[in-house]
């Protein structure tokens, strides 16, 4: 028998001044059995800061490992961005920016790994492709809060992200980079 998802409510409210995004989100976010707390989290944040019309969260999680956890679609259903999260091959990497205008990747793994893997075979527009690193004390730090029922403030400024969940601040510099860097 397969493990049940586990289904966390999340309140956020974001404020991303960079962009001039402010919007506010009651979400429910079904956590896969091997899933962990840290990559849900990522999705989150991802999902947050890529936050626009037509974003969505994929539609089978991670049952299907063919479909990038969030995608980006205009109203006809033409794919505008594919959203990853993680350390997806090369492989994946060049299937993305075939597959999409946009590609986004945020991470908490070394990117250096992850620019000698996107060396090792050719990737389609691999200049474009963007990078946000997210530093894993900073997500260790949110994990510890990250319960079935919870409320987080995004705030993101002159390139800072500050997120406030259970009474904590936590503060990380958010630069976008290029694997082909």
């Not at 205008?101 to 990117?111: E, Y």
């Amino acid at each position: 028998m397969a493990l049940p998802f586990t289904m966390h409510h999340i309140q956020l409210e974001l404020a991303d001044v960079d962009r001039g995004v402010y919007e506010t989100f009651d979400l429910r976010l079904a956590r896969h059995p091997s899933e962990t707390v840290r990559y849900m989290l990522v999705r989150l944040l991802a999902y947050a800061l890529s936050y626009e019309d037509g974003i969505a969260f994929s539609k089978e999680g991670l049952s299907n490992s063919d479909e990038p956890p969030l995608t980006v679609r205009d109203p006809t259903g033409l794919l505008l961005a594919w959203i990853d999260v993680g350390m997806p091959s090369a492989d994946r990497l060049h299937k993305a920016s075939k597959a999409a205008r946009r590609v986004a990747l945020f991470t908490t793994g070394d990117l250096a790994l992850l620019r000698k893997d996107a060396k090792s075979r050719p990737i389609h527009k691999v200049e474009a492709i963007e990078v946000w690193p997210l530093p894993p004390q900073v997500m260790e730090r949110l994990e510890a809060h990250a319960g079935r029922d919870v409320r987080f403030t995004l705030t993101r400024s002159e390139g800072t992200l500050y997120v406030t969940v259970g009474g904590e601040t936590v503060e990380a510099p958010l630069v976008c980079e290029r694997l082909s860097e």
